[in-house]
């Protein structure tokens, strides 16, 4: 079914066969039917609506972003076309922490920026993005406009973009506040990315914690010789 709907046997909005229906079509048991939807509906896949107008419906299939590049997720998908927001939930500083000093190669408690942001995808939200940044290589970055491309403004004002990261994808399951902020239930699995940038000079510039939703977007990486 999964098959179906990758190479577009079934369009977004489309209604699957109904549960008798895909037994007889596999040759399988009822249950197993009803495990495979499961599995579907949590990779968010397909909608399960109850009622005279019910069934099963496409939700289509995520848009598939690449980590190797430097551009950032949300820069790839704007790339595609796609309508993409971004709003500040806070933006303070505050002494780094044992794991961020760490990552950003500071002195213990030197003073960091923190920003987090919530990046929507047109109405819907993506991932929340929380980042850290050496307070003393962005001065004012707090009093600039956050809502764009962070690391176009650390090229544009620092000179500061990062020219190489490191990344870590591992699954996750969403806290009471990333649920609330993501718009998901908690049985719907997260990507968590943790990341650390550096610029073309070799000064640590960022650590991020991202939580991003598995059911808008795909992770590719792509490995050259």
Do not use: C
Not at 33 to 52: C, F, K, N, S, T
Not at 67 to 94: F, P, W
Not at 164 to 189: A, C, D, F, Y
Not at 191 to 220: H, L, N, P
């Amino acid at each position: 079914m999964r098959t179906w709907i990758e190479r577009g046997d079934y369009a977004p909005g489309d209604k699957l066969p109904n549960e008798r229906q895909l037994v007889e079509e596999f040759g399988v048991a009822r249950m197993t039917v009803r495990h495979a939807l499961d599995i579907l509906q949590m990779e968010a896949l397909i909608d399960r609506r109850r009622g005279r107008t019910g069934g099963t419906f496409v939700k289509g299939v995520p848009p598939t972003v690449e980590l190797t590049r430097l551009e950032g997720l949300m820069i790839q998908l704007r790339q595609r076309g796609l309508s993409v927001y971004s709003k500040v939930l806070s933006a303070t500083m505050m002494e780094a922490t044992v794991r961020i000093s760490q990552s950003l190669h500071l002195p213990p408690h030197a003073p960091v920026l923190n920003i987090v942001r919530l990046r929507s995808v047109d109405t819907t939200p993506l991932l929340i993005e929380n980042s850290y940044y050496p307070a003393d290589l962005v001065p004012g970055m707090l009093e600039e406009d956050l809502t764009g491309s962070l690391y176009e403004l650390m090229q544009k004002r620092w000179d500061m973009a990062p020219s190489r990261k490191w990344e870590i994808i591992s699954p996750g399951i969403p806290s009471q506040s990333e649920q609330t902020h993501l718009n998901i239930p908690r049985n719907v699995p997260i990507m968590r990315i943790q990341r650390v940038a550096q610029s073309k000079d070799g000064s640590y510039v960022e650590y991020s914690d991202d939580a991003v939703r598995s059911d808008i977007a795909k992770i590719k990486v792509v490995t050259e010789e």
